[in-house]
Nanobody
Framework: QVQLVESGGGLVQPGGSLRLSCAASKPVYSIRAMGWYRQAPGKQRELVAVMTTIGRTNYGDSVKGRFTLSRDNAKSTVYLQMNSLRPDDTAVYYC????????WGQGIQVTVSS
């Protein structure tokens, strides 16, 4: 079983930056895939970014070039650096880990507004 603890959300102005963190209860390099999804009001949950055990990363089309997913093996934590934020990035962001099962964090609000 993998437990995930998210942090780092909040309110930011358009063009600003935020960094989300997701700490896992087991070494992140041993988890098959780990990353972030988001869900805006009235919309389906969508992929933001995901990284495999070998470090291959995929990004959703709407965040390419603005968001960066990274991990710190020593801290068993993945990070989502979000730059050039836009109002349409407003959503609840969920950390996800795919191991024997699919695991989700509790979700963290990111609001981009002036």
């Amino acid at each position: 079983q993998v437990q995930l603890v998210e942090s780092g959300g909040g309110l930011v102005q358009p063009g600003g930056s935020l960094r989300l963190s997701c700490a896992a209860s087991k070494p992140v390099y041993s988890i098959r895939a780990m990353g972030w999804y988001r869900q805006a009001p009235g919309k389906q949950r969508e992929l933001v970014a995901v990284m495999t055990t070998i470090g291959r990363t995929n990004y959703g089309d709407s965040v390419k070039g603005r968001f960066t997913l990274s991990r710190d093996n020593a801290k068993s934590t993945v990070y989502l650096q979000m730059n050039s934020l836009r109002p349409d990035d407003t959503a609840v962001y969920y950390c996800n880990a795919v191991d024997e099962e699919d695991y989700w964090g509790q979700g963290i609000q990111v609001t981009v507004s002036s």
